[in-house]
């Protein structure tokens, strides 16, 4: 017999308490569409079974949230009497619960109606409102019931964008989805009184719309400001949400470049196999975040056709299994114009100047150079780390986040202490910015002088023939611990070799060698012990390696090679006078310098 589905009838709370306080991970959702809370709690999957205020809460946001994107499915399906009875239901609960704020929201919160948080307000208004104008499409005659929640959707946007924006908060990612909201709502509401949508003034193009808001918030090199992969899209989809049925050509130029530089920086992170690294805070890997990149890409490719992207939408589509619903397969027909010329691919260096990121393409290995500002609250302590994937494997990824709401696994993967970077003295590196120094088409050097008091370090990424140099320089001014950590997503093995050079091996889809050594005179101990993996899962264990020299400055050289490239790598040896010569399996060396 058929699950029975119900909408809850409380409202939600905040979705980031949706976490095992022992184990750090997403609690099981369950039923999500059946409207009851777990029997017996939420499950861990290491057994816990967690009931308390908060993850209710949380789990009703879950919920509520799964039953608007269902009945946009619902909607574009053709089936009718399920989605407009559940929308009339809404309606009805809407006037019940979401009068006013919700009186339980944290102190910090932005309040919202019918969650804590407006932003999730309008997260879920968005899937009501095109819910209803994929409806009102074929016919209005049976949605007049729900035009009083369309309207109290759109004044509670309103309400709580003159808030954020009263506060100098246009450029938060809030304000993205409060005009999407705003736009969905009022534009579900003119189709069913069956009036021309005016709304563009309010939602897109006046003081706080959408186009001011992406003017601010996006910098020229196309990155959302927080520097982060998950709010970068999570503001791109906004955008591309509230823009349904207007024609790209008809956009206001500025505002045309931005988007395509948005989209362009997801293709030039993303790896030949569909990985979008994880930076900043967002989460690593999570059902419903695929099910956004599968929308997110439907609806950019729409806009301007990026072919990197196809590889993400694959990547996720492969990720959700059964969990795929399929939306992202209606929304054809988006926008009232034809896409913009196809978007160019990423070459073999590129450099994003203000998020402070450069990536590096070559010979099996996909490796991204962070070195930009910290953040805002979405930052990490990670600069100078040094990310490297095949094109399917995570060999030593950007950990991504857990859920908000664990204070000390959140403060864990903010830390330096998971991120491939460096180290002075066992601490934490300040949050600060570093500065590039020069970038070229085989090589990115970039340095940063506020991450430890008196300490300046250097990295130098460089495209060797057949593997990727990397050279990173630490200068403390007086002898001290200094330490460039090795942070795998994937087994690791570690060997040491008697000239004192370091191997490691990085295991997955692809194989990653390494090959480790230091300044002349310095002697580095690989340091390895058990450490945390990404922050899907805070509980698996893969091997962290500091490469570790006490002095006063230090080079670590690594040489990284796929096990596919040719001619082999047979030895690394680094010089006094700050030169390191790569021996090749066919005979032939090559000398790179350390900061260029």
Not at 382 to 408: C, F, I, M, N, R
């Amino acid at each position: 017999m058929a699950a029975l589905r119900r909408i809850a009838r409380e409202r939600g709370g905040w979705w980031h308490a949706y976490v095992c306080p022992a184990h750090g991970v997403e609690l099981d959702h369950g039923d999500l569409l059946g409207g009851v809370f777990p029997a017996g709690g939420a499950r861990c999957a290491y057994g816990c079974r967690v009931d308390d205020e908060a993850v209710r809460g949380a789990w009703l946001v879950l919920s509520h949230q799964a039953w608007a994107r269902h009945l946009r499915v619902l909607a574009h399906r053709g089936g009718r009497a399920e989605p407009v009875a559940r929308l009339v239901e809404y309606a009805g609960l809407y006037a019940e619960l979401a009068t006013e704020q919700n009186g339980e929201a944290q102190g910090w919160m932005l309040r919202g109606r019918l969650f804590h948080q407006a932003l999730t307000d309008a997260l879920w208004a968005v899937n009501i409102g095109h819910a209803v104008i994929t409806l009102a499409e074929r016919s209005t005659e049976d949605l007049a019931d729900v035009l009083p929640l369309l309207d109290a959707l759109e004044r509670a946007a309103l309400d709580a964008r003159s808030v954020l924006t009263g506060q100098g908060q246009l450029a938060s990612n809030y304000t993205a989805w409060l005009n999407a909201a705003g736009a969905a709502a009022s534009r579900g509401a003119a189709a069913v009184r069956g009036q021309a949508w005016d709304g563009a003034g309010r939602w897109l193009e006046g003081e706080h719309g959408l186009y001011a808001h992406l003017r601010v918030a996006v910098a020229g090199d196309g990155w959302e400001w927080e520097g982060s992969t998950y709010y970068h899209g999570f503001v791109l989809r906004a955008a591309l949400l509230a823009l349904r049925g207007t024609d790209p050509a008809a956009l206001p130029s500025d505002v045309i470049d931005v988007l395509a530089g948005m989209t362009d920086v997801l293709a030039g992170i993303a790896t030949p196999g569909g990985i979008l690294p994880a930076l900043h805070d967002g989460p690593y890997l999570r059902a419903p975040l695929a099910l956004e990149w599968l929308e997110l890409v439907a609806l950019a490719r729409q806009l301007a056709l990026s072919p990197a992207l196809e590889a993400v939408a694959a990547r996720a589509r492969a990720e959700l299994g059964g969990d795929d619903d399929g939306l992202d397969r209606e929304l054809g027909g988006w926008f009232a114009g034809p896409p913009l010329p196809t978007r160019p691919a990423p070459g073999a260096v590129t450099v994003f100047p203000k998020a402070g990121y450069a990536v590096l393409r070559h010979a099996g290995v996909h490796a991204l150079l962070d070195f930009g500002p910290h953040g805002g609250a979405h930052g990490h302590r990670d600069k100078l780390s040094l990310y490297l994937y095949g094109d399917t494997t995570p060999w030593q990824p950007d950990p991504g986040q857990v859920p908000y709401a664990h204070a000390e696994f959140r403060e864990l993967y903010a830390s330096s202490r998971v991120h491939p970077a460096f180290r002075v003295d066992d601490g934490e590196q300040a949050e600060c910015a570093g500065r590039l120094l020069g970038s070229d088409g085989t090589s990115v050097t970039a340095e940063v002088t506020a991450a430890y008091e008196g300490v300046r370090a250097v990295r130098r990424v460089v495209l060797g023939e057949s593997c990727l140099v990397d050279l990173l320089t630490v200068d403390a001014g007086d002898e001290r611990c200094l330490a460039a950590q090795l942070r795998p997503g994937v087994e690791l093995d570690v060997e040491c070799g008697p000239s004192g050079e370091v191997h490691t091996t990085w295991y997955g889809d692809e194989i990653l060698h390494g090959r480790h050594t230091c300044s002349p005179g310095a002697t580095v101990r690989p340091v390895s012990r058990p450490g945390p993996g990404p922050a899907d899962d805070p509980q698996r264990v893969r091997t962290h390696v500091d490469l570790t020299a006490r002095a006063e400055r230090v080079t670590f050289a690594s040489v990284y090679q796929a096990a596919s490239a040719t001619p082999a790598v047979t030895g690394v040896r680094l010089d006094d006078d700050g030169v390191l010569t790569v021996s090749l399996a066919d005979g032939r060396s090559t000398r790179f310098r350390t900061e260029g």
